[in-house]
């Protein structure tokens, strides 16, 4: 069965670049028809889409962030990564990677607060 | 921009049927391409329906989904409502570019 872990620092500083990366476990990355997206939510707000990667590292962003996010993709290590540039306290909050299967996302992370602050 | 709009919240008694609506007016609701998702608080999403009206497996057939695509909107339905039903529920489609788009999600009150 398929686990996603995020990890990252939970304290970021404004203007500073936001690093997560999401160890998948109990699959191959590159096996199957998948691709995995990064999800984020503001503290007590709704969800707001960032992107996915495929296993290709072909990817799609969120056109508000695009400039700001990059994804990538690491067999050797099955995880995916994102990188957001030039936080600011708007993108405080908790981000989930979950992966795709093509019908609906079958599994998610349990997330990681990210907190932009000084 | 592709927008998905939900009623901020929707309450209802115990027993009952609720629907939470998903509309759209700056595109089309692409038919099959809707899904649903329940948010506990404190716990990630689930799919609760998915491609406007299948059931992920151990969901309860209470809750179904449907779409009109004369009126850009989809639905969320949930019957015979129980207490654990009680969550945050947001649609999810896709623009033109298959870009994901959320709705703000509706907070089900079951009183």
């Known amino acids: 069965q398929v686990q996603l872990q995020e990890s990252g620092p939970g304290l970021v500083k404004p203007s500073g670049t936001l690093s997560l990366t999401c160890a998948v476990s109990g699959v191959s990355i590159g096996s199957g028809d998948f691709y995995y997206n990064w999800i984020r939510q503001p503290p007590g707000k709704g969800l707001e889409w960032i992107g996915y990667v495929w296993p290709s590292g072909r990817a799609n962003h969120n056109p508000a962030l695009r400039s700001r996010t990059s994804m990538s993709v690491d067999k050797s290590k099955n995880q995916i990564s994102l990188s957001l540039t030039s936080v600011t306290a708007a993108d405080t909050g908790t981000y989930y990677c979950?992966?795709?299967?093509?019908?609906?996302?079958?599994?998610w992370g349990q997330g990681i607060l990210v907190t932009v602050s000084s | 921009n592709f927008m998905l709009t939900q009623p901020p919240s929707v309450s209802e008694s115990p027993g009952k049927t609720v629907t939470i609506s998903c509309t759209t007016d700056?595109?089309?609701?692409?038919?099959?391409?809707v899904h649903w998702y329940q948010q506990r608080p404190g716990s990630a999403p689930t799919v609760v329906i998915y491609?406007?009206?299948?059931?992920p497996s151990g969901v309860p057939d209470r809750f179904s989904g449907s779409i009109d695509s004369s009126s850009n909107s989809a639905a969320l339905t949930i019957s015979g409502l129980k207490t654990e039903d009680e969550a945050d529920y947001y649609c999810?489609?896709?623009?033109?570019?298959?870009?994901?788009?959320f709705g703000g999600g509706t907070k089900l009150t079951v009183l």
């Open positions: 999810q489609s896709y623009d033109s570019n298959n870009r994901w788009v």
């Open positions: 979950a992966r795709y299967n093509f019908d609906y996302i079958d599994s």
């Open positions: 491609e406007n009206k299948q059931r």
């Open positions: 700056t595109g089309s609701i692409r038919g099959d391409y």
